[in-house]
């Protein structure tokens, strides 16, 4: 009967170890594409919000409030990694890698461009590494990537500092 017992025992372990039955291990969150995203807007002629927000890919987000905006000064926060993967996203929805430096001018391509715009830009740092785009909010035109620039803006707003901005 001990010996019954103790095949029994060595069959129900070995069971146990088996493939079948293991719990399959939870997958690697992915990693974003970005240590640190950082968007800073600048001032018009008007009443137009001045401010910086950085969200790191830890969901660590810092906002520093200038002008026109709720809160002025240094605010913290955190947000779920759910919105930093939708930003890493974002950026490469609108091939951030490909884009160049600033559309601020007619060098850069702007036609008609009024002069009481804001701008903004994006820094997106990788690996010690940072890019930065530009856009003067008054640019347009044919080679402009101006809708998918204000867009990124946005949803960079939208996740890391939307509570925030209204006066």
Not at 1 to 30: E, F, H, Q, R, Y
Not at 73 to 102: C, D, M, T, W, Y
Request: proline fraction near 7%; charged fraction near 20%; hydrophobic fraction near 40%.
């Amino acid at each position: 009967m001990k010996k019954l017992l103790s095949i029994v025992a060595i069959g129900t372990s070995l069971g146990a170890c088996s493939m079948d039955n293991a719990t399959p291990p939870n997958p690697a969150p992915p990693t974003p594409s970005f240590d640190a995203l950082t968007l800073k807007r600048t001032a018009c002629y008007g009443a137009c919000p001045v401010y910086t927000v950085q969200i790191l890919a830890n969901g660590h987000v810092v906002f520093t409030g200038e002008d026109f905006v709720k809160v002025k000064g240094i605010r913290e926060s955190n947000i779920p990694r759910a919105n930093v993967e939708l930003l890493a996203a974002a950026l490469h929805h609108v091939k951030f890698e490909q884009l160049r430096k600033q559309y601020m001018s007619a060098e850069d391509g702007c036609v008609n461009m009024p002069t009481d715009w804001p701008a903004f830009s994006i820094s997106v740092t990788k690996a010690g590494r940072t890019k930065q785009v530009s856009l003067y909010q008054g640019c347009k035109g044919p080679t402009i990537p101006a809708k998918e620039l204000s867009w990124l803006a946005d949803t960079i707003d939208l996740m890391g500092s939307a509570d925030l901005l209204v006066n």
